[in-house]
T-cell receptor, first 112, second 108 residues
Framework: DGGITQSPKYLFRKEGQNVTLSCEQN?????MYWYRQDPGQGLRLIYY???????QKGDIAEGYSVSREKKESFPLTVTSAQKNPTAFYLC???????????FGPGTRLTVT | EDQVTQSPEALRLQEGESSSLNCSYT??????LFWYRQDPGKGPEFLFT???AGEEKEKERLKATLTKKESFLHITAPKPEDSATYLC?????????FGSGTRLSIRP
């Protein structure tokens, strides 16, 4: 079955620690995305990648970093510079940028 | 500035009571409008893509329509399992913008 996996489902960290969220897809999609969702708000784009070894900042990239070394993988690192990291993080992919996106199950990050 | 607004924020219906959700948008150069369904604590699930005014798509009890300024998601004779948050997203000239969603609750 093709799809997108995110791990872990729940993640707890202490303030000041960096944390990396995993995202893997086997849909053979070129484009991948990271979004943040806060209660009562729409999805906000953190980073996106149209192709391997290339990525662009979204609307709220400060305090986050990504890499795209393989087509299947697009990990997101939440750094200690992110002021309000507690949120629900969603990874998505699409055939190319602008096509309908397919989402993973999400990772809920709690930083205390 | 590109904008997407969904209304209402929340909608409670009785089972079988048909209604519509609205997605109003202001973008320069619409390249596509997407509807998603999101269950609590899960990732959004893709429903429809609409590309041009007048286009309609249907799936079971859902029908999406598009005009030059807005899209409607019509739900006919809903069932409790249709309860979810419905998200609209618009692909403008440069990026995709998501609305904040409509929380739909269907009472048995």
């Amino acid at each position: 079955d093709g799809g997108i996996t995110q791990s872990p489902k729940y993640l707890f960290r202490k303030e000041g620690q960096n944390v990396t969220l995993s995202c893997e897809q086997n849909l053979n999609h070129d484009a991948m995305y990271w979004y943040r969702q806060d209660p009562g708000q729409g999805l906000r784009l953190i980073y996106y990648s149209q192709i391997v070894n290339d990525f662009q900042k979204g609307d709220i990239a400060e305090g986050y970093s990504v890499s795209r070394e393989k087509k299947e993988s697009f990990p997101l690192t939440v750094t200690s510079a992110q002021k309000n990291p507690t949120a629900f993080y969603l990874c998505a992919s699409s055939i190319t940028q602008g096509d309908e996106q397919y989402f993973g199950p999400g990772t809920r990050l709690t930083v205390t | 500035e590109d904008q997407v607004t969904q209304s209402p924020e929340a909608l409670r219906l009785q089972e079988g009571e048909s209604s519509s959700l609205n997605c109003s948008y202001t973008v320069s150069g619409l390249r596509g409008l997407f509807w998603y369904r999101q269950d609590p604590g899960k990732g959004p699930e893709f429903l429809f893509t609409l590309y041009s005014a007048g286009e309609e798509k249907e799936k079971e009890r859902l029908k999406a329509t598009l005009t030059k300024k807005e899209s409607f998601l019509h739900i006919t004779a809903p069932k409790p399992e249709d309860s979810a948050t419905y998200l609209c997203a618009v692909h403008g000239a440069s990026k995709i913008i998501f609305g904040s969603g409509t929380r739909l609750s269907i009472r048995p």
